[in-house]
Nanobody
Framework: QVQLVESGGGLVQPGGSLTLSCRASGTIAKIYVMGWYRQLPGKQRELVASITSGDRIINTNAMEGRFTISRDNASNTVYLQMNRLKPEDTAIYYC??????????WGQGTQVTVSS
């Protein structure tokens, strides 16, 4: 199995920054995609950004370049740097892993609240 442990969520003021982390452990494939999704209140879960094991980044355009995904191979950790946060970014952020053996693994989610 693959376990995903997220951290870094919390309360931040509008215009502030947060960095989310997601560490994968277990049976990690050589080729995989890890990413971040978010679920706004009353909305469906949506893709924020993904990155492949070959460092190809898949981003949506909805974040207007404010969010950046990166990864550290050595620790199987994916990061989401979120800048210039807006109240509408308030959501539960979920880490996702898709590998050859385990193609659909989710983290437990971390709450991000943007409010003054």
């Amino acid at each position: 199995q693959v376990q995903l442990v997220e951290s870094g969520g919390g309360l931040v003021q509008p215009g502030g920054s947060l960095t989310l982390s997601c560490r994968a452990s277990g049976t990690i494939a050589k080729i995989y995609v890890m990413g971040w999704y978010r679920q706004l209140p009353g909305k469906q879960r949506e893709l924020v950004a993904s990155i492949t094991s070959g460092d190809r980044i898949i981003n949506t355009n909805a974040m207007e370049g404010r969010f950046t995904i990166s990864r550290d191979n050595a620790s199987n950790t994916v990061y989401l740097q979120m800048n210039r946060l807006k109240p509408e970014d308030t959501a539960i952020y979920y880490c996702h892993y898709a590998g050859t053996v385990y193609p659909n693994e989710w983290g437990q989610g971390t709450q991000v609240t943007v409010s003054s």
